[in-house]
Structures are given as structure tokens and as C-alpha cells.
């Protein structure tokens, strides 16, 4: 609640936090093809038409919500250097079950580890888009 000039308990309404023009209507084309340039990297080449058809459908404050909880696949790639050999690079991707055993096989003796160096980029576009698939509802 806030108090107004007499000292009088206002309670909060919609029109305190939105502005009329805060209020999205659906992306134009513009609009999605910058969005599909600034985050087209974080999924495969194939799924950026279908990725671009799924954001002209949104409002840009939820498209935008959706792109930003997309993880980058050349942070994928420096943790798996990193800390790839204790399976904290499937972590970071939430392959729980794979960062497990990768952790308890110590990364398949070095094997799985140096496997996932070549893997983890393609592995995390196509966990965004499964991401962008399952939130987007289709």
C-alpha cells in the first residue's frame, strides 16, 4: 500500500504498475528476426525458421523471457573444459542422470570427457530448443 497527499491508505492497483503502452500486443516480423539474430546461436541452424514462426506468435516480453533462460553453448564449452571431467557441464545443461555418472566414472576415465568437448555445443542447442519447445506449449 502507499499513502496519498492527505496521509490516506491507497491500496495498489493495475494502474500503478503498468503503463497503458507497457501492455504487448504480438511481435511484428521485425521484431522476431532481431531477437532470431541475437540468440540464434544458442540453437541449431535447423530450427531457426520454426524458432522465428514461434516468436512473431508471442508478445516480446515473453519471447524475450523465454530466450534469456537459454543457456550459452560457449559457456557449455568452458565448463566442460573446466570442470567437464566431474560432470558439471551436463549439470549446467540438466542432464543430472549423464553429470552422475559422468561423475562417478570420472568423466568415463577421460574418455566421455574428451567426447564432450566435441558434443557439448550441439548438445546445448538442442537442449535450448527442446527448452523453447516445452515452454512455448507446442
Known amino acids: 500500500f502507499r499513502l496519498n497527499r492527505s496521509g490516506q491508505r491507497v491500496e495498489p492497483s493495475l494502474k500503478m504498475f503498468f503503463h497503458p503502452f507497457q501492455i504487448s500486443s504480438l511481435m511484428d516480423n521485425n521484431q522476431a528476426t532481431q531477437l532470431v539474430m541475437a540468440y540464434g546461436n544458442r540453437f541449431p541452424d535447423y530450427a531457426l525458421p520454426s524458432l522465428h514462426d514461434r516468436l512473431v506468435q508471442m508478445d516480446y516480453a515473453t519471447a524475450g523471457t523465454l530466450l534469456a533462460r537459454t543457456k550459452d553453448p560457449i ?3 568452458v565448463i566442460s573444459l573446466v570442470a567437464g ?26 574418455i566421455w570427457t574428451l567426447v564432450d568437448f566435441f558434443l557439448i555445443i550441439g548438445a546445448t542447442k538442442d537442449k535450448n530448443y527442446e527448452l523453447l519447445n516445452g515452454m512455448a506449449g507446442y
Open 85 to 110: 571431467h566431474f560432470g558439471i557441464d551436463r549439470f549446467y545443461l540438466g542432464d543430472t542422470l549423464y553429470g552422475v555418472l559422468k561423475l562417478l566414472t570420472c568423466g568415463g576415465l577421460g
Open 75 to 77: 559457456i557449455s564449452l
